[in-house]
């Protein structure tokens, strides 16, 4: 599995924007790129996927190197619940079958009032 | 609506002693995984289970570990003699229909204390 790098902590203020770097030098073609946290004491959560195209929703906004081989998560306003560990995962992108995440240390992110 | 379920929440147990770990995934999702996090540590992937294809046990760390899952529904870890080294929060992910974006919806875990 092509794997990931990021920065083991960030801190942030507040409602400030807040972005989190990923590198994947070995991406290949069919890798989406995926964000989940996890909060203190809960399962993680999915936060945004995407292939080459940034991405939107209504949690963050996930912007993708024209070559694919880093993409950055950007949380528009930080607040205190963003409080957690941020995974950055490369998922094969093929229908046969779903096919389990792996997961890596992450990033972990303080915010500060 | 309702998300993964686990139970127990949090289970103590002897050493040596038989443990089943109960999840609940939501409705209609084909697919249910388990992962293992230790205390300050990553999550580490165990098994998963796609509709009726075998499942993937290839994270499974030794034959004191097995899982079950009836159908499409709720699926079972066993951990046999259980031992301190397995300790730890064990978590279960469910996703719908076939392809790999699906995301996985975990529940909370059960948190494993072996004494």
């Known amino acids: 599995d092509a794997k990931t790098t990021q920065p083991n902590s960030m801190e942030s203020n507040e409602e400030e924007p807040v972005h989190l770097p990923c590198n994947h030098s070995?991406?290949?073609?069919?890798?989406?790129i995926h964000w989940y946290r996890q909060l203190p004491s809960q399962g993680p959560e999915y936060v945004i996927h995407?292939?080459?195209s940034n991405v939107n929703n209504r949690m963050a906004s996930l912007a993708i190197a024209e070559d694919r081989k880093s993409s950055t998560l950007i949380l528009h306003r930080a607040t205190l619940r963003d409080a957690a560990v941020y995974y950055c995962i490369l998922r094969k992108g093929f229908d046969s079958g779903n096919t389990p995440l792996v997961f890596g240390k992450g990033t972990r992110l303080s915010v500060i009032a | 609506g309702a998300g993964v379920s686990q139970s127990p929440s949090n289970k103590v147990t002897e050493k040596g002693k038989d443990v089943e770990l109960r999840c609940d995934p939501i409705s209609g999702h084909t697919a249910l995984y388990w992962y293992r996090q230790r205390l300050g540590q990553g999550l580490e992937f165990l098994i998963y289970?796609?509709?009726?294809?075998?499942?993937?046990k290839s994270g499974l760390p030794s034959d004191r570990f097995s899982a079950e899952r009836t159908g499409e529904s709720v699926s079972t870890l066993t951990i046999q003699r259980t031992q301190q080294e397995d300790s730890a929060v064990y978590l279960c992910?469910?996703?719908?229909?076939?392809?790999?974006?699906?995301?996985?919806?975990f529940g909370n875990g059960t948190r494993l204390t072996v004494t």
């Open positions: 992910a469910s996703s719908s229909r076939q392809g790999t974006n699906s995301p996985l919806h």
């Open positions: 995407g292939l080459t």
């Open positions: 070995t991406i290949s073609g069919t890798d989406y």
């Open positions: 289970f796609q509709g009726n294809s075998a499942p993937d």
